[in-house]
């Protein structure tokens, strides 16, 4: 018994990291119709930002984080809305899944020949201090991530939620047609969406390093993750999203502890596929009216 | 373009085709042929065009996606290397290729295809996944990542194929019997079908084409051709394992089709030629390939999204255009 509630509470802690870049993805394809697939790049880049900030620049840790994050926003936020997504947006979907195809080829590559292809060690904020509470050991840094991930997801709620902004930008998201008529700037709102898609998969990144390594091909899993928790949990909303992404951690973590490792990566997308099947709108999706 | 002139067209390629990797020296024509490797880069090519040509139909006739091409060329692959090494003729093993491939693009198709578009391309992907895992972790029947060696070259009534000229030409035609059916079938009321479907899904729809079955067979025909390049793949490498058909792979397949021109009939085999030729001529920029492959094709799709065929058809008079 204690042993599950452990693997829970490691569990809710990676899914609290999925569940920042399934937002994020979630958010992108709301507001421009943007299916990024280069979304798990997006989240294994900032970790390597902060450590060419370190390494290269010689920051401190904190400041290399704070680098990481505006970097991001920089180039995965700003330059991607601009120069990738931009030039594409008329040429239909097509042309713009292909390109962020290329793209995380891009970062991928990238990132292998320029600075290295072996897994790197990343510093933590926590020490890994375990505690015990009631017969039950967690670290202090699993509780640290938990609280973050969790932190970032109330202050992104409240911000959509009960801010002036955050309501334009989902009125954007909903109908940008009725949205640009009530005088609501819609590109500027875009800008808004893919600045806080950057910032969540530098979030997830500079979390979720420290326990996985820092690897280039670590997107592959990441992003492959962040679409079953988007889809999972319904692929229209945000709360789907997060609760997409605690319920692959928590799956993840049992599936590690009971069932073959051969196997564990099969276990998010054979939901996937039982949800495509039996509720193909997602856990906490609304039924869509069909497009035809 | 009429169809005698497509014809015409398309026997004097395959004549060319034909002679390519010949040393005609010996009749005195001062062309030396190919050497082995060379010959062997043309198969591959023939090999990845076939596999392209049903991402084509999917991508560029059915306006779905799909992320599992190389995973359908790997079930073909493993397929064939693990019959034919228990006895059974490579033909019987090529068709069982053909149709276990068919049957599990049905099998995935359906039920993405109830629901709406991209869930196909997410399907694909976990199945593309899925099917990695099974290569790399059943070893008593997949050689896990050691692969299958000594896949052999089959022989054709009795005739071996095992010269390298010899195979090419053997898979030079399987690739022109399947480049005329897929020609045949785009033309016949199917494809006008597509056609319909692709331009105004909604129109289509009220004319009477059931929508959901006709890109159902679009998409498994597709998969289906992935089975048979695999099922030509295995004895052209004779070894395998299982990295030609993970993730990556099947991305590069979706690349390589746009980038020749999705939609069109030669698109899947400029992309071909451009995915195998490209890496054995930027050889010398080494690692750097890949970088300058992706950088290529985000400023391709955003100046030119019809592909090299589509930038050619641009630049051909109005009039000469099919």
């Keep these: 018994m204690t042993d599950l509630l452990q693997l829970l509470i490691a569990g809710l802690a990676t899914g609290a990291i999925y569940a920042l870049a399934a937002i994020g993805f979630t958010l992108l394809w709301q507001t421009s119709q943007t299916i990024n697939f280069a979304q798990g790049e997006f989240v294994m880049m900032p970790a390597f930002l902060a450590l060419i900030a370190m390494r290269w620049l010689g920051l401190p840790f904190w400041a290399a984080l704070l680098f990481s994050m505006l970097a991001s926003m920089l180039l995965l936020g700003v330059a991607f809305r601009y120069i990738v997504v931009g030039p594409l947006i008329r040429q239909g979907v097509l042309p713009l899944v292909i390109s962020t195809i290329a793209l995380s080829i891009l970062l991928k590559e990238s990132v292998k020949d320029f600075y290295s292809a072996e897994a790197q060690p990343f510093p933590t904020l926590l020490p890994d201090t375990p505690i015990t509470v009631a017969g039950i050991t967690v670290s202090l840094a699993q509780l640290g991530v938990l609280a973050t991930a969790l932190l970032t997801i109330a202050l992104l709620q409240w911000f959509l939620a009960g801010t002036l902004t955050g309501r334009q930008m989902q009125a954007t998201a909903q109908n940008p047609t009725v949205a640009r008529l009530l005088g609501v700037p819609v590109e500027r709102m875009i800008l808004y969406t893919f600045l806080i898609n950057a910032a969540l998969a530098a979030m997830a990144s500079l979390l979720i390093s420290p326990i996985y390594l820092a690897k280039f091909s670590n997107g592959e899993t990441l992003g492959l993750i962040a679409f079953v928790a988007a889809i999972v949990g319904g692929f229209n909303q945000v709360r789907g999203a997060i609760v997409g992404g605690l319920l692959i951690g928590v799956l993840d973590n049992l599936a590690a502890a009971y069932v073959s490792t051969a196997y564990r990566q099969a276990i998010p997308l054979i939901l996937l596929v039982l949800v495509i099947l039996f509720r193909p709108q997602g856990l906490l999706g609304r039924r869509e009216e069909r497009a035809v | 373009m009429s169809t005698r002139a497509a014809l015409l067209i398309g026997l004097s390629a395959l004549v060319v085709l034909a002679l390519l990797p010949v040393d005609l020296t010996t009749v005195g024509l001062p062309y030396?042929?190919?050497?082995?490797?060379?010959?062997?880069?043309?198969?591959?090519?023939?090999?990845?065009?076939?596999?392209?040509?049903?991402?084509?139909?999917?991508?560029?006739?059915?306006?779905?996606?799909?992320?599992?091409?190389?995973?359908?060329?790997?079930?073909?692959?493993?397929?064939?290397?693990?019959?034919?090494?228990?006895?059974?003729?490579?033909?019987?093993?090529?068709?069982?290729?053909?149709?276990?491939?068919?049957?599990?693009?049905?099998?995935?198709?359906?039920?993405?295809?109830?629901?709406?578009?991209?869930?196909?391309?997410?399907?694909?992907?976990?199945?593309?996944?899925?099917?990695?895992?099974?290569?790399?972790?059943?070893?008593?029947?997949?050689?896990?990542?050691?692969?299958?060696?000594?896949?052999?070259?089959?022989?054709l009534l009795g005739l071996s194929l095992n010269n390298h000229i010899r195979f090419y030409w053997f898979v030079l035609g399987i690739t022109s019997v399947l480049t005329f059916v897929l020609s045949w079938v785009l033309r016949s009321p199917w494809g006008r079908a597509f056609t319909a479907l692709r331009e105004n899904p909604l129109r289509a729809e009220s004319l009477g084409i059931d929508v959901r079955l006709y890109t159902l067979l679009a998409f498994a025909l597709g998969c289906a051709y992935g089975g048979m390049a695999g099922s030509l793949y295995a004895p052209l490498v004779e070894f395998i394992d299982p990295s030609p058909f993970a993730l990556g792979p099947s991305l590069i397949f979706m690349l390589m089709v746009v980038i020749g021109g999705s939609g069109t009939f030669l698109g899947p085999f400029v992309g071909a030629g451009a995915a195998v030729l490209l890496p054995e001529w930027l050889r010398a920029w080494d690692v750097y390939y890949l970088l300058i492959y992706a950088v290529l094709v985000m400023v391709m799709m955003a100046v030119f999204p019809g592909g090299i065929v589509g930038l050619a058809m641009r630049s051909l008079p109005r009039r000469a255009r099919p």
């Design chain 2, 32 to 155: 030396p042929g190919l050497r082995r490797y060379g010959t062997y880069i043309l198969t591959l090519w023939l090999v990845t065009a076939i596999a392209a040509m049903g991402v084509n139909l999917i991508v560029g006739y059915a306006g779905q996606e799909t992320l599992a091409q190389a995973a359908f060329v790997g079930i073909g692959a493993y397929l064939t290397a693990i019959t034919t090494k228990s006895g059974v003729p490579f033909g019987v093993a090529f068709a069982a290729s053909a149709l276990v491939t068919f049957a599990i693009g049905v099998v995935l198709g359906f039920p993405a295809l109830r629901v709406q578009k991209h869930y196909l391309a997410f399907v694909t992907l976990a199945f593309s996944v899925l099917c990695w895992l099974v290569f790399r972790n059943e070893q008593d029947w997949t050689g896990g990542v050691m692969g299958i060696r000594d896949i052999e070259r089959p022989s």
